[in-house]
């Protein structure tokens, strides 16, 4: 396994996104809203 060489979170993100489909900001606040309680997004808006 070769060490990864990070560039911008924004570069990597945009490989990510080619790969997969889906960028990972996205994944990762999916992520988060299934082990969050919905109320606080919604009791914001």
Request: hydrophobic letters at 40%; charged letters at 30%.
């Amino acid at each position: 396994m070769r060490a990864v060489k990070w560039q911008t979170f924004a570069e990597w993100e945009a490989k990510y996104l080619k790969m997969t489909g889906e960028s990972v900001s996205v994944s990762l606040l999916l992520r988060q809203a299934e082990s969050m309680p919905l109320e606080t997004e919604e009791g914001k808006g």
